[in-house]
DNA sequence: CTGATTGTCAAGTGTTCGCTTGAATAGTAT
DNA sequence: ATACTATTCAAGCGAACACTTGACAATCAG
């Protein structure tokens, strides 16, 4: 009759899934899972694991019902399970930041100080958008997940290649960054630079995940 | 410069997070918590765990951030430490239930079969609060829930007390029981056994947390 | 077929977890 | 002060975790 065993199984139930959850490289992997599918490979660069400690970090996501799989050839991509996972990674990142100063600070620490450089909402920037507003909106995450769903209209530099492309922003017009979120360091950085050689650059303060997530459109998103 | 150990320092900061709730007793009493402030001792009982794990536990669960305490004589009373604990309680829930089978059938092992007693919604309850419907709100919870807060107008008889005080209760009027959420087993059982006693009985399909959490308004909720 | 590539599995190792037991601390009552 | 209570701390032990290494499986190119 609704006994102990019974509620202790259906606790651990709950737990496990916040288990998952409960390691920093795991919880890496769904951030980035958040911007689209990946590889086993791909995703092992990205959190500095071994190919085989990663594969394994993937089973326990796996299990857990956060992450489902697609196989391609010899490459198996991972993608988040549910928009629900998202949603309950969004809520976990935003009670680490209020109820722990110290994770806090971390933030601050790994963005970096952006304190000249001005930010947009999701919600300004969409009111931008459709009124034909001239400016420029600029993709810095890796290609591929600007592949897999990207603001209308985004142009894609990779942060990584700035430098060499930053001649193809024009200084006239201006230009939003945007990233993976509010706590991904590639839009603040780039921002940093592009102000620093003189263009016209704000920030959006979420990033595509959270674009999505607020039901908004995305473009270039290809369901195979 | 945005670096890979600061990133890992964040990250594993929202996995400490995460790792609080990945434990099935901390679990519990995060849940318990989420009905108002407990002792330690009170705690253990109800989590059936001995005094000094689960003053371990709640450790954890303030170094993580997730409850405060208050000291009152020789007591120690927890509770969370923020309603976005409660928040964050339940979208684990939900995604727990929702991406695994096995959870979700053990909640329905766990409450058991309801079939045929109808289910109220905090909305459709709260509109008829106001229109002065002739109904019984019966809180099924422990007192001492019942005293941090209940549903305005709400009588308390806690499931243990039910079948000596059963005549308390009108068999004219319609009654509604309600206990800690959709998980709690106590107004399931409460709800079977009036039934079979010929009573008019409904149950809300809600708790009092999340009655809270929609801004309804309680009774009964004191600050010392 | 062979060989190359991607990913998973299995075994081993040091670390952490969850629990128990018994001692120590903080506050209250006598 | 002493006795008592609620809680926390410290030590210890078996189980689980996170990582490594090396073997195995699956797919494709030739």
Redesign the pocket.
């Known amino acids: 009759m609704s006994n102990r065993a019974t509620k202790e199984a259906l606790f651990d139930g709950f737990a496990q899934v916040a288990?998952a959850l409960?390691?920093g490289?795991?919880a890496e992997i769904v951030d980035v899972l958040s911007n689209g599918e990946r590889?086993?490979?791909?995703l092992?660069a990205e959190v500095h694991?071994?190919?085989?400690?990663t594969?394994?970090?993937?089973?326990?996501l796996k299990n857990a019902g956060l992450v489902a799989?697609r196989?391609h050839?010899?490459?198996?991509?991972y993608r988040l399970a549910s928009p629900d996972v998202v949603e309950f990674w969004r809520a976990l990142q935003g009670i680490a930041r209020t109820s722990r100063a110290d994770v806090e600070r971390l933030v601050r620490d790994y963005l970096g100080d952006n304190g000249d450089v001005e930010e947009l909402t999701k919600e300004e920037l969409w009111q931008r958008l459709k009124s034909k507003d001239k400016l420029v909106v600029l993709d810095v995450r890796p290609r591929q997940e600007y592949d897999a769903g990207h603001i209308p209209g985004a142009v894609s530099i990779p942060l990584d290649d700035l430098k060499k492309r930053i001649k193809e922003l024009p200084k006239s017009k201006q230009i939003v960054a945007y990233c993976r979120g509010p706590l991904c360091a590639l839009a603040p950085e780039a921002t940093r630079y592009l102000k620093s050689k003189g263009y016209r650059v704000k920030r959006l303060a979420e990033g595509a995940p959270d674009w999505a997530a607020a039901g908004l459109p995305l473009d270039g998103h290809v369901e195979e």
């Open positions: 288990k409960s390691n490289r795991r590889s086993v490979e791909s092992a694991l071994s190919i085989a400690n594969s394994q970090h993937l089973q326990i799989t196989r050839g010899t490459f198996v991509y």
